[in-house]
């Protein structure tokens, strides 16, 4: 049984640019949960795909958006970097909306 | 914004001895979930209580909930040098659709 997978592990982009991230999930789960965490800060909740739908959504903007793929593997796109979205970008995967959840070691996204 | 409040911030014992950190929160949930963190790595699942228990144990972790309070407890016995990490609250709401609410984290020092 494999865990999630996110890549990659770190990465730095300008503001302004675009940015992808990837995570693969957990063998048998069907639902993907992305959180942004800030330096010193708890997990906050972007949004979360189930069966390839977009099932609740945090308070982020727009330019935050997703995609989940046939077989439960997930994207993370950022359009329009700002400085603010520096931060560890964490993929859990689960069972169903409200199952167990696995997290990855997480994306580290430095915007400059 | 955050669901709950972790108390203390910042804990720092020797080993041998126990921890204790605490969790409150606002809504209503369905369970409560803590998760340690390594050196801003991903998220380990380390236990769930449903809100209709009270008590939970696993090994040398010991959870307390009390949903009249909105809070809990992660109680860490006999503490070693490896159970230096933060820790994490997260609170499964209906009303929040399968997102975690995480709190602000518990770091704690476990000096050998």
């Known amino acids: 049984e494999t865990g999630v997978t996110q890549s990659p592990t770190h990465l730095i982009k300008t503001r302004g640019q675009q940015v992808t991230l990837r995570c693969s999930s957990q063998?048998?789960?069907?639902?993907v949960s992305w959180y942004q965490q800030a330096l010193g800060q708890g997990p906050q909740f972007i949004f979360q795909y189930y069966r390839e739908e977009e099932n609740g959504r945090g308070n982020f903007p727009p330019r935050f958006s997703g995609l989940q793929f046939p077989n439960y593997s997930s994207e993370l796109n950022v359009n329009a970097l700002e400085l603010d979205d520096s931060a560890l970008y964490l993929c859990?995967?689960?069972?169903?909306?409200?199952?167990?959840?696995?997290f990855g070691s997480g994306t580290r996204l430095t915007v400059v | 914004s955050q669901q709950g409040e972790e108390d203390p911030q910042a804990l720092s014992i020797q080993e041998g001895e126990n921890a204790t950190m605490n969790c409150s929160y606002k809504?209503?949930?369905?369970?409560l979930q803590w998760y340690r963190q390594n050196s801003g790595r991903g998220l380990v699942h380390l236990i769930l209580?449903?809100?209709?228990?009270r008590e939970k144990h696993s090994g040398r972790l010991r959870v307390t909930l009390d949903t009249s309070k909105k809070s809990s407890s992660l109680l860490i016995t006999a503490s070693r040098a490896a159970d230096t990490a933060s820790y994490f609250c997260a609170t499964d709401s209906d009303n929040q659709g399968g997102k975690l609410i995480f709190g602000q984290g518990t770091e704690l020092s476990v000096k050998p």
């Open positions: 809504t209503s949930i369905n369970n």
């Open positions: 063998s048998g789960h069907n639902t």
């Open positions: 859990a995967s689960s069972l169903g909306p409200f199952g167990g959840y696995t």
């Open positions: 209580i449903r809100s209709n228990e």
